[in-house]
């Protein structure tokens, strides 16, 4: 099956600093990659949609300022976290769909992101 | 807003036992899929089901899709300690874009 690496699993930041996450497609190219926010117990809210080489989709009331998406080349979507404050800690997941593929998506393991 | 709404919320089961959630929906969709998730851990796709499907298999998993009432089944056979996990259902209201519904958490006791 296809993989998808995500990287840092784990990550703890003072208020104020900036984190980067990434997602890497390991064995098939990813035209288009999700970043979803999960709290503790609830489901995955949908962040924004990264497509290869254009600007981010963002979704209703996630700030682009904040949240910084970058797909630079078909096998790597990257979020930055700007200026993190502790309500920004949260596990973030990316996923990632093959390229020619309606449908199923690949997820990473995800980010868990702490803000002291 | 979410797209689809779980039911039940929680369920635990005895190893053995059958576990069957149920995922329910807004808008009309080109497919739906279940994933799971393991705590604390990414999701892994279980199955698809296009809007033209009314059910699937695979394994001891089968999936239901009546979209007259748009809502969707899953059901695990003869469940095992390891089947302990979430379970979502996601659908796509035609777009490239997955929503997911809020989750069914299953613990299976040995």
């Known amino acids: 099956g296809a993989v998808v690496s995500q990287h840092p699993s784990r990550v703890i930041c003072k208020s104020g600093t900036s984190v980067k996450i990434e997602c890497r497609s390991l064995?098939?190219?990813?035209?288009?990659m999700f970043w979803y926010r999960q709290f503790p117990k609830q489901s995955l809210m949908l962040m924004a949609t990264?497509?290869?080489?254009?600007?981010?989709?963002?979704e209703q009331g996630v700030e682009k300022d904040k949240f910084l998406i970058n797909h630079a080349s078909l096998t790597l979507s990257t979020l930055t976290v700007t200026s993190a404050h502790p309500e920004d800690s949260s596990f973030y997941i990316c996923?990632?769909?093959?390229?020619?593929?309606?449908?199923?998506?690949?997820f990473g393991e995800g980010s868990r992101l702490t803000v002291l | 807003s979410q797209q689809g709404e779980e039911d039940p919320q929680a369920l635990s089961i005895q190893e053995g036992e059958n576990a069957t959630m149920n995922c329910s929906y807004k808008?009309?969709?080109?497919?739906l899929q279940w994933y799971r998730q393991n705590s604390g851990r990414g999701l892994v796709h279980l199955i698809l089901?296009?809007?033209?499907?009314r059910e699937k298999h695979s394994g001891r998993l089968r999936v239901t899709l009546d979209t007259s009432k748009k809502s969707s089944s899953l059901l695990i056979t003869a469940s095992r300690a390891a089947d302990t996990a979430s379970y979502f259902c996601a659908t796509d209201a035609y777009t490239d874009k997955l929503i997911f519904g809020t989750g069914t958490r299953l613990q299976v006791f040995p």
């Open positions: 990264s497509n290869e080489g254009s600007k981010a989709t963002y």
């Open positions: 996923s990632a769909q093959r390229a020619g593929d309606t449908g199923e998506l690949f």
């Open positions: 064995d098939f190219q990813a035209t288009t």
């Open positions: 089901i296009r809007s033209n499907e």
């Open positions: 808008t009309s969709i080109n497919n």
